[in-house]
């Protein structure tokens, strides 16, 4: 990794003070990449860490065993983690919990009057919680009026599944003007995806494992939500059928997936969808978010891109990198897709989403 950090500031930092925060999970994987892309980050102040009884009480320093390849920020590592379920003085809190906490964790502080920006899975495909890609779906924020209504003032927003980042920020163009009916992708995931604990060494090295435990599924139904409409009372997905392999590889960072696809319509040219993806722009950029890629998608035409190791960091890691965009025998468009799981997948999606909801004045 080389420059993963907010490098554009805005004139709003400049102006105001930047907003306490607080990491759930900031020992873990996601976690780390949170107090990491936090350092420098124009309008948000790490301010408090939080995760299980293991770490509680321990410096930061202490309790995360630190391992990006950035050193541990002074100020983090000064910090006293806090027991998952304390009082906590931020309202803001980005969430990178095990997903076998994070749910009730997540519900307890957004009851609580607070902001909860969540990675983990248990509350994505919750009827007013908003599954957010800020290039595709700002408009779903209109359901945490819901949220605020039924919770008293706090709400939760998420992000996808990071697999499901790549493919839905991949195929939006190609949705939004042509329609997509059906869908095959194939996935070859990065072992950072599972955590620290997650795949041991000799599991994984000389080798892939074709099955990630429930991963399939998100990424079937995941897109559908992202890609579909808030239409004032609910979500309605959108209506393509999508099927998915998934495999662990042994790779660090970057989830690589084939994609292949049918359109509704008439079927576009390979320039045509060329076209659609490199123009495709969204609300981030025309905010400039800090940590908004000035170009989502990246289209590589060399035969043998993306990769993991040449792509991944594109743009901070904040871009998808899509390649090898060719006519399918099968169905219409075939094409291969890069995301950085981590930071567009996981942390870097979490600050982008909370930086849309700070210029919406819903912070
Ligand atoms: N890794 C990715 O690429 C990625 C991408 C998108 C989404 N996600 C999701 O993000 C979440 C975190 O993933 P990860 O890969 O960062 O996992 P991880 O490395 O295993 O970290 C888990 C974090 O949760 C905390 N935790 C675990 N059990 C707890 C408990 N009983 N009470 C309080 N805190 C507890 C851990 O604290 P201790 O250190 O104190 O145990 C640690 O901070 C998961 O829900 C995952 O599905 C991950």
Same mark, same amino acid.
Request: aromatic share 4%; charged share 25%.
């Given at each position: ?101 994070? !749910? ?22 919750? %009827? ?43 195929? %939006? ?98 320039? &045509? ?30 035969? &043998? ?17 899509? !390649? ?40």
């Amino acid at each position: 990794m080389t420059a993963t950090l907010p490098a554009e500031t805005s004139s709003r930092s400049a102006r105001t003070a930047r907003i306490p925060v607080a990491v759930l999970g900031a020992t873990g994987s996601v976690g780390q990449r949170f107090v990491q892309l936090l350092e420098h980050h124009p309008w948000f102040r790490l301010h408090e860490v939080v995760a299980s009884e293991r770490s509680a009480g321990k410096r930061y320093a202490d309790a995360a065993d630190w391992r990006l390849d950035t050193l541990l920020p002074k100020d983090a590592a000064a910090l006293t983690v806090k027991n998952l379920g304390s009082e906590l003085e931020s309202r803001l809190l980005f969430s990178g919990l095990d997903a076998s906490v994070a !749910g009730d964790a997540e519900e307890h502080y957004a009851s609580r009057g607070c902001a909860v920006v969540s990675n983990s899975k248990n509350h994505r495909m919750g %009827a007013d919680v908003p599954l957010l890609l800020p290039e595709i779906n700002a408009d779903h924020l209109g359901a945490i009026e819901r949220q605020r209504a039924r919770r008293g003032g706090g709400y939760i927003v998420t992000n996808s599944n990071c697999s499901t980042m790549g493919l839905a920020l991949a195929i %939006a163009p190609i949705e939004r003007r042509w329609g997509i009916d059906q869908l095959h992708v194939t996935t070859m995931q990065a072992v950072s995806g599972a955590g620290w604990n997650g795949v041991t060494s000799l599991a994984i090295l000389d080798n892939v494992i074709p099955y990630i435990s429930g991963e399939e599924e998100k990424i079937e139904i995941e897109p559908r939500k992202i890609l579909g409409a808030w239409d004032g009372e609910r979500f309605v997905y959108a209506p393509m059928r999508i099927s998915a392999q998934t495999n662990r590889v042994p790779t660090i960072d970057g989830h690589l997936m084939t994609i292949s696809l049918a359109v509704r319509g008439d079927v576009p040219t390979i320039d &045509d969808v060329k076209d659609a993806l490199r123009s495709f722009k969204g609300v981030p950029q025309e905010l400039e978010l800090p940590s908004a890629p000035r170009q989502p998608i990246h289209v590589l035409d060399e035969p &043998d891109r993306p990769q993991p190791r040449l792509d991944r960091d594109r743009e901070r890691g904040m871009a998808v990198s899509v !390649g090898r965009i060719r006519p399918c025998n099968l169905l219409h468009i075939r094409m291969v897709a890069l995301v950085h799981n981590t930071i567009r997948g996981a942390a870097g999606a979490a600050l982008l989403n909370a930086e849309l909801l700070e210029a919406k004045g819903l912070l």
